[in-house]
Structure formats: structure tokens, C-alpha cells
Nanobody, 123 residues
Framework: VQLQASGGGLVQAGGSLRLSCAASGSIFSINAMGWYRQAPGKQRELVAAVTSSGSTNYADSVKGRFTISRDNAKNTVYLQMNSLRPEDTAVYYC??????????????????WGQGTLVTVSS
């Protein structure tokens, strides 16, 4: 399974970006899909996750600003990011779980990872 993420870039504080991640290849099943991010010098952290039935989980820092969604027919997950802040600057990774299907699945239950897309928010 390959994950192709897109949509990152440079944006001013208060702006918006939409990330997309499409899964392709030998897909047997796709359950939970998520977005993680890693800022320089920090650990990778969950941003948002969505199950196959649409249940979601968000990091406290992005609640009310970010929205995760998915298109099961296209095997694609999206992350709409509004009201961006400089502290949102990071490399964003999409992830897919072939088995786990609950919104608080830990990172090690995700089986496939995208290559990362850089989001830079200027102040």
C-alpha cells in the first residue's frame, strides 16, 4: 500500500490549507485513517483520526480549527486546517490502519505511512 500526501505549503497565520492523502496498491482493508505531525525537535503527535464509520478524534490543540474527513470510495483522507498558527508548523504524515478501527488507536497500530508534507505557518 502506498500513501501519497499533498497540500502542504507556506501560509500566513490565520490562513487555511487542505491536506489530502490517497492510498493505492494492494489494499485489502482500510480502517482507521489519521494525520500525525512532527515539528523540529519534537516527537510525532496525533493531529486527528477517523474510523471507517466516521468517528473522529482530535488533538486538543486543533479542536475547532481542523476537520478530518475521508472518502472511502477513493481511499482518501483529508485534513482541512483553518485558523492556522505558527505552532502548527510541522511535517504532516498520513497513516492508515489495516486492522484497527477506533479513533484513539495508537501510532503503532497504523500499518502504512505517507512520506510527509511540510506545512509552514508564518507569523
Amino acid at each position: 500500500v502506498q500513501l501519497q500526501a499533498s497540500g502542504g505549503g507556506l501560509v500566513q497565520a490565520g490562513g487555511s490549507l487542505r491536506l489530502s492523502c490517497a492510498a493505492s496498491g494492494s489494499i485489502f482493508s482500510i480502517n482507521a485513517m489519521g494525520w500525525y505531525r512532527q515539528a523540529p525537535g519534537k516527537q510525532r503527535e496525533l493531529v486527528a483520526a477517523v474510523t471507517s464509520s466516521g468517528s473522529t478524534n482530535y488533538a486538543d490543540s486543533v479542536k475547532g480549527r481542523f476537520t478530518i474527513s475521508r472518502d472511502n470510495a477513493k481511499n482518501t483522507v483529508y485534513l482541512q486546517m483553518n485558523s492556522l498558527r505558527p505552532e502548527d508548523t510541522a511535517v504532516y504524515y498520513c497513516a492508515v490502519a489495516g486492522y484497527s478501527d477506533y479513533p484513539r488507536a495508537p501510532w503503532d497500530e497504523y500499518d502504512y505511512w505517507g512520506q510527509g508534507t511540510l506545512v509552514t505557518v508564518s507569523s
